[in-house]
């Protein structure tokens, strides 16, 4: 079956690295997405990875995938106050008739001053 | 150039209603999938529209039904609401065709109180 698992909270200091962690089950995904959701707002897409490959930088942002694992993480170098929201992994599942995404719990960062 | 764009912003129903929420995507995206996000969780897939039809649809009871337009914007209508559809209802979109939509945008969503 499909499931994504994510810690639920991570607290930073400003200017330290955060990284998300998260867990995904189906060994057929085909991309790996990180979004960000600020509060009372929609997801934004911060980043994604194909399933080919183990890493991706972005500017402050840098996605490592396990594929052996099924881990998937996201860094955030230099974290700042503006960077608290809730995150959330999603694995994109592909068959014959489209696409889907199924996606984690959201991890809750706050980052401290 | 406008993003996803949701209607309304929030809304209040009363149990055993019927509600309607409207979705319009992103300039050149042609696919639209609708997602409900109770609070505290993550968004839960319900369906995905492509050529004004259904494409895939989540673990969501009949209850739930969509529709989607010639000018691609789309509908979700909830009948015989219960207090367990209050959620934050997403819309995205993405430039499918008949490739592979690994991008998907999301509008800002319409917050639905069943009371």
């Known amino acids: 079956g499909e499931d994504v698992e994510q810690s639920l909270f991570l607290s930073v200091r400003e200017g330290d690295s955060s990284v998300i962690n998260c867990t995904y089950t189906d060994s057929s995904s085909t991309y790996l997405y990180w979004y960000k959701q600020e509060p009372g707002a929609g997801l934004q897409l911060l980043t994604y990875?194909?399933?080919?490959?183990d890493m991706k930088q972005d500017q402050r942002l840098t996605v490592l995938l396990n594929k052996k694992d099924k881990h998937l993480s996201l860094r955030i170098a230099d974290t700042q106050t503006g960077d608290s929201a809730i995150y959330f992994c999603?694995?994109?599942?592909?068959?014959?008739?489209?696409?889907?995404?199924?996606f984690g719990p959201g991890t809750r960062l706050s980052v401290l001053p | 150039d406008a993003g996803v764009t949701q209607s309304p912003t929030h809304l209040i129903k009363t149990r055993g209603q019927q509600v309607t929420l409207r979705c319009s995507p992103k300039s050149g995206h042609d696919t639209v999938s609708w997602y409900q996000q109770a609070l505290g969780q993550g968004p839960q897939f319900i369906f995905q529209?492509?050529?004004?039809?259904?494409?895939q649809r989540g673990n969501f009871p009949d209850r739930f039904s969509g529709h989607q337009f010639p000018n691609y914007s789309s509908e979700l209508n909830v009948n015989a609401l219960l207090l367990g559809d209050s959620a934050l209802y997403l819309c995205?979109?993405?430039?499918?065709?008949?490739?592979?939509?690994?991008?998907?945008?999301f509008g800002p969503g319409t917050r639905l109180t069943v009371t």
């Open positions: 990875i194909f399933s080919n490959m």
């Open positions: 995205a979109s993405s430039p499918a065709g008949r490739g592979f939509p690994y991008e998907q945008y």
């Open positions: 529209y492509y050529e004004e039809e259904e494409r």
């Open positions: 999603a694995e994109s599942l592909r068959d014959n008739y489209g696409q889907n995404f199924v």
